[in-house]
């Protein structure tokens, strides 16, 4: 029997927390979705590629808005997101506008009104 789904972990590589992302049997539609949420940044899959994959990646997790520098304090045990997709995955994540949807909320009362 093959297991299919998508997990996450984080463990300890040398200094640093590491995440640990490993995929069975999985579209890319559940890694982007991933990295949209750890990046909290809308990202759209333009590879094309429609196959089902195993893959896992290694990552050090950045606080939002983290800068990356290259401290010597700092244990390089696993690289940060953007560098690991394009090493582990072979896949680059290009910075683009695009188009969205956004709702606007004009208005909103404390107490409900009738309709």
Do not use: H
Not at 27 to 49: H, K, N, Y
Not at 54 to 62: S, V
Request: aromatic share 4%.
């Amino acid at each position: 029997m093959e297991l299919s789904g998508i997990t996450m972990m984080e463990g300890i590589k040398g200094k640093s927390v590491v995440t640990f992302l490993t995929a069975r049997g999985q579209t890319l539609a559940p890694l982007v979705e991933r990295l949209s949420r750890e990046f909290r940044l809308p990202i759209l899959d333009r590879t094309g590629l429609a196959g089902k994959y195993d893959f896992k990646l290694e990552f050090a997790p950045e606080a939002p808005g983290a800068v990356s520098s290259n401290r010597p304090e700092l244990d390089d045990s696993a690289p940060n997101l953007i560098t690991a997709v394009q090493l582990q995955l072979g896949l680059k994540l290009n910075p683009r506008k695009v188009a969205t949807d956004v709702v606007v909320v004009d208005r909103a009362d404390r107490v409900p009104v009738e309709n």
